[in-house]
């Protein structure tokens, strides 16, 4: 397809409001995985330690 300006290619001859939110909708399940993800593997692993809390662990 070849469009005519940059409106005609959002627009999409009627369907961008479909294809746009498509894209959309995949961006945005894509995003909320990766938050997901990222978030239930910092609840597995738990605090980290500081360095005070190494050294009062090792009797200092």
Do not use: H, K
């Not at 940059?6 to 945005?28: C, D, I, P, S």
């Amino acid at each position: 397809m070849i469009w005519q300006s940059f409106t005609e290619f959002l627009n999409m001859g009627g369907q961008g409001r479909y294809v746009w939110g498509a894209w959309g909708a995949a961006l945005a399940a894509m995003a909320l995985e990766a938050w997901w993800a990222r978030r239930t593997l910092r609840r597995l692993e738990g605090p980290q330690p500081q360095p005070a809390d190494l050294r009062r662990s090792r009797g200092r």
